[in-house]
């Protein structure tokens, strides 16, 4: 059966630091990855998707094949990202989405 | 345009009773998804409709779960004899063929004293 697996619940930086959210995955076949994000007293909704390879408010994620991971990172953290983020793997397009617990990351001033 | 919207937002039950979760997902959007979300469990899947194919039900923890959609649109939710720990955001999702992002509702919060 499929995993994901977020190893941090908490995340402290710094304004202007970089930031890593880890990510694995465990899936025999070739998944579709996500990553969602929640912020305070909104909906969840869709950051960035691994086939798209695009850049959502200057976060990227490389999908990781044979480390079975897609972190999400950004160079500089902003007071804004501040959120709940959450990986997310989809055996096939359209199919329902297994989520990791989350990390949510705190950007302090 | 409208996004996916739940009704109520918050529904406060004693435990024993019967309650219905209201999801109206995109218009035209053929795929509606029903997640949990709950501390220490984070987001389950619970059950998937997509178009006029038999639901995905694996996901439902109990018996006492179940859900329908009316006519490819509205779906409901209902939990027979909510139990304390059935507590949680039940978040509803709807998707399109040509574009298989999930857009998720703001959800209801269910309490079951």
């Known amino acids: 059966a499929q995993r994901v697996t977020q190893p941090e619940k908490l995340l402290s930086v710094f304004k202007g630091a970089p930031v890593e959210l880890k990510c694995n995955y465990s899936y025999s076949g070739s998944p579709e990855l996500f990553w969602y994000v929640q912020y305070s007293r909104q909906r969840l909704q869709l950051l960035l998707r691994h086939i798209s390879r695009e850049s959502i408010k200057g976060f990227t994620a490389d999908l990781n094949k044979g480390e079975t991971s897609f972190h999400l990172k950004k160079p500089f953290a902003q007071e804004e990202d501040s959120a709940m983020y959450y990986c997310?793997?989809?055996?096939?397009?359209?199919?329902?989405?297994?989520f990791g617990e989350g990390t949510q990351l705190t950007v302090n001033p | 345009g409208a996004g996916v919207s739940q009704s109520p937002s918050n529904k406060v039950t004693e435990k024993g009773k019967d309650v219905e979760l209201r999801c109206d997902p995109i218009s035209g959007h053929t795929a509606l998804y029903w997640y949990r979300q709950s501390l220490g469990q984070g987001l389950e899947f619970l059950i998937y409709?997509?178009?006029?194919?038999?639901?995905?039900k694996s996901g439902l923890p109990s018996d006492r779960f179940s859900a329908e959609r009316t006519g490819g649109s509205v779906s409901t939710l209902t939990i027979q004899r909510t139990q304390q720990e059935d507590s949680a955001v039940y978040l509803c999702a709807s998707s399109s063929r040509t574009r298989w992002e999930q857009f998720f509702g703001p959800g209801t919060r269910l309490t079951v004293l």
């Open positions: 409709f997509q178009g006029n194919s038999a639901p995905d």
């Open positions: 997310a793997l989809q055996e096939t397009s359209g199919s329902r989405l297994t």
